[in-house]
């Protein structure tokens, strides 16, 4: 068995002692049997006031290389960010003001804070077989979203939107910057902080490091075919498309912790970061996913509701009101704590039923709240 003290892996070298962040060594081996215990691969990554206490990696290298799934989306979002606080962009403008074509059918009104929102009316565009099919292709994925007719009024209604978040902001980035989504992502945020190997699109060099997805119900193995396929892996969907490891994704979230700037650099205005850590609801059931959630402008927030459902929980039964991520399907969560000073990412290639996953994903985020230790 391993133990948080070993250091025969070669991301241990990072780890720091528990006890000096205020951490309990044994709350933290637990969540190490946990994740090992569920098989497949699996990376772990725990930061508390900005120091490393666990970085592990079970069944994988250190580098080999997740799909975030929807853990994607804080990206898309935060570039849009990024360009309003350039004044490039109003939050409150309607999309169509930059890209005309969006407003066909009565979405003229649909703002980029209605996107942020989950709010812009059109949760899958024309239908959610037709947008699986298509994530692949940005031209017609964008076509597609030109066309749709929404259910509901921009702004009326918060209804997850599973792939339209993305192609909605990304375009937006590109008909505003003139740049491609994937520029504009890897040279404005990740590059900056080194951040090399969060890839927006997996290029040919890093094929050979991705993990598998596996499913671990019947109900995920169209996810399984969908994502293992290299046209997926390597395409540009900004909604469920960026591949990393747990350790770069903790270290961009660090970054957030501290008002968007990290060892010197800044990334993004203290301002920025909190407008897309803004409450949008305060937990109402989700249009889409039928199960309560509180949004932000960019992130879900942590701090669930009575209801065992609440997805929110997702980052902890017990986590606070003001913790910020996302999870990635039901396999893998980050988020980040600024009450505590932590930060957690969690990322996993096994795909389990929708209600179990919440419930591991819970779990794993629990752990690491226990193991905070009162100053």
């Known amino acids: 068995m391993n133990t948080i003290d070993d250091r025969d892996d070669r991301n241990h070298d990072r780890e720091h ?12 081996e637990r969540l190490t049997e946990v994740v090992q215990s569920r098989g497949g691969a699996a990376q772990v990554c725990v930061l508390r006031r900005g120091v490393t206490v666990l970085d592990r990696s079970f069944g994988c290298a250190p580098d080999s290389l997740f799909l975030l799934y929807a853990a994607t989306k804080p990206f898309a979002a935060l570039t849009v960010h990024l ?13 169509a003001a930059h890209w005309p074509e969006f407003g066909r059918h009565g979405k003229g009104d649909v703002t980029v804070r209605h996107v942020l929102q989950h709010r812009a009316g059109v949760p899958a565009g024309r239908g959610m077989v037709r947008t699986m099919r298509t994530a692949t292709d940005w031209q017609r994925s964008v076509r597609d979203l030109e066309e749709a007719r929404p259910r509901w009024a921009g702004g009326e209604v918060a209804a997850y939107h599973f792939m339209s978040y993305g192609f909605i902001l990304g375009e937006l980035v590109q008909r505003v910057t003139g740049r491609t989504f994937r520029d504009v ?10 951040l090399d190997d969060l890839h927006p699109g997996l290029p040919d060099e ?3 490091r991705h ?13 399984q075919w969908m994502s293992n396929r290299r046209s997926y892996r390597q395409a540009v969907i900004p909604s469920a498309g960026v591949s990393g490891t747990a350790a770069q994704l903790a270290r961009f979230y660090q970054m957030l912790l501290e008002g968007g700037t990290l060892d010197g650099i800044r990334i993004l205005r203290p301002e920025s970061v909190a407008e897309a850590r803004r409450p949008s609801n305060d937990g109402e059931t989700d249009a889409s996913l039928k199960r309560p959630v509180r949004w932000a402008h960019g992130f879900m927030l942590g701090g669930p509701g009575a209801d065992p459902r609440d997805l929110s929980g997702v980052m902890g039964g017990k986590s606070d009101r003001g913790t910020f991520g996302h999870a990635g399907t039901t396999s893998s969560v980050v988020w980040a704590d600024p009450s505590r000073e932590l930060v ?8 389990p039923e929708f209600g179990a996953g919440i419930g591991r994903l819970r779990e794993v ?6 193991a905070c230790l009162a100053r």
């Open 83 to 95: 360009l309003a606080e350039r004044g490039l962009i109003g939050l409150d403008e309607p999309v």
């Open 206 to 208: 890093a094929w050979g």
């Open 17 to 28: 002692s528990p006890e000096d962040l205020d951490m309990d060594p044994a709350v933290l």
């Open 185 to 194: 992502l890897t040279t404005e945020l990740f590059a900056p902080l080194g």
């Open 211 to 223: 993990v598998p997805a596996r499913a671990d119900h019947p109900s995920e193995w169209p996810n």
């Open 344 to 351: 957690f990412a969690y990322l996993s290639n096994i795909q």
């Open 365 to 370: 985020s629990d752990l690491v709240l226990d």
